[in-house]
């Protein structure tokens, strides 16, 4: 069993794709142990982005993860991290397959409706930005 931690960007809440991306993981078997909705403040995305710090896009990146409500939650269920991180497909929207996330709701880069941990350790780093141990089940 693994945990990991995924977030509907404020693009795909806007659009009202929560819904149609929960049902999907719902679906495949992943538990939803976490989940709420918030606006992310300026401080909380630039710790979650800070890999990126350095990046040329990580200004506007962090002024579009803030620009309006988002999900977060956490899911579990075997070898999750790598599991949702297929089903979003790639980075790219382009690159993306058709039956992923990205590949069926998104064209560009900069908003591509979600994020999931890339790694374990970003799991863990994640889960514990955004949710208290005593909100999960
Ligand atoms: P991931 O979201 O698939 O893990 P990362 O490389 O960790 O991809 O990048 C984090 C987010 O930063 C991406 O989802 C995307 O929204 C944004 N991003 C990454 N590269 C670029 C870029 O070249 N231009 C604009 N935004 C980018």
Do not use: C, Q, W
């Amino acid at each position: 069993m693994e945990r990991t931690f995924v977030m509907v960007k404020p693009d795909g809440f806007r659009r009202g794709l929560v819904g149609e991306i929960l049902a999907r993981f719902e679906r495949k078997g992943f538990r939803i142990v976490g989940l709420k909705a918030l606006r992310i403040s300026k401080e909380l995305a630039e710790r979650h982005y800070a890999e990126h710090r350095e990046k040329p896009f990580f200004p506007g990146l962090v002024s579009f993860i803030t620009s309006g409500p988002v999900v977060a939650m956490v899911l579990e269920g075997p070898n999750a991290i790598a599991e949702v991180r297929k089903m979003m497909g790639a980075t790219h929207p382009k690159d993306a397959l058709p039956g992923t996330i990205r590949g069926d709701y998104a064209t560009t880069i900069d908003e591509n409706v979600i994020h999931g941990s890339a790694t374990p350790e970003d799991a863990e780093r994640e889960i514990a930005l955004f949710f208290r141990p005593e909100e999960l089940l």
